[in-house]
T-cell receptor
């Protein structure tokens, strides 16, 4: 069956450290993968998109890697800040026609 | 107004009621989506409209009925819902080309639905 799994439901890290979140998938062949941030009671907000032929993408303190052999994406936040505390979702496009499926999310807490 | 706007933000309804959720996007996008988000579960894709045609219906019960009258508006009509349908319903839009590459999704703030 198809699955998108994010490494842990919750992750606590110290301010200033690098947070690393994992997204693993099975039985998908996505053309690309996306990461979103969701704050409580709000809709998700797009952060980064990485295509299957790209290994790495960066945006300010964010970095995403995509390994289609391992079927895994890693999402890094460097120099983390308490304001980075939120739930982070990975999402895959698959099956054409704009079908985007989301993982369960990882709730990140950055401790001052 | 900009972005994706959903109304109402909160809705409480009985199981025999009929209500509708509304979504409006001001981004010039041509694809719109309904997602359901329940506690401890991932976002569930319910419906996708591309160029006002429904292109995806993820085995959603018929008590949920979508309507897309034009590329800027999307409705979710609700009829004889169950308490387990209580959830956050999120609308999103994207600049889909119809060739299977939606790009990023822009979400509204959601409609929190409680079914009594």
């Amino acid at each position: 069956s198809q699955k998108i799994e994010q490494n842990s439901e919750a992750l606590n890290i110290q301010e200033g450290k690098t947070a690393t979140l994992t997204c693993n998938y099975t039985n998908y062949s996505p053309a690309y993968l996306q990461w979103y941030r969701q704050d409580p009671g709000r809709g998700p907000v797009f952060l980064l998109l990485i295509r299957e032929n790209e290994k790495e993408k960066r945006k300010e303190r964010l970095k995403v890697t995509f390994d289609t052999t391992l079927k895994q994406s890693l999402f890094h936040i460097t120099a983390s800040q308490p304001a980075d505390s939120a739930t982070y979702l990975c999402a895959l496009e698959h099956g054409g026609y704009q079908k985007v499926t989301f993982g369960t999310g990882t709730k990140l807490q950055v401790i001052p | 107004e900009t972005g994706v706007t959903q109304t109402p933000r909160h809705l409480v309804m009985g199981m025999t009621n009929k209500k509708s959720l509304k979504c409006e996007q001001h981004l010039g996008h041509n694809a719109m989506y309904w997602y359901k988000q329940s506690a401890k579960k991932p976002l569930e894709l319910m419906f996708v409209y591309s160029l006002e045609e429904r292109v995806e219906n993820n085995s959603v019960p018929s008590r949920f009925s979508p309507e897309c009258p034009n590329s800027s508006h999307l409705f979710l009509h609700l009829h004889t819902l169950q308490p387990e349908d209580s959830a956050l319903y999120l609308c999103a839009s994207s600049q889909g080309t119809g060739t299977g590459e939606p790009g990023e999704l822009f979400f509204g703030e959601g409609s929190r639905l409680t079914v009594l």
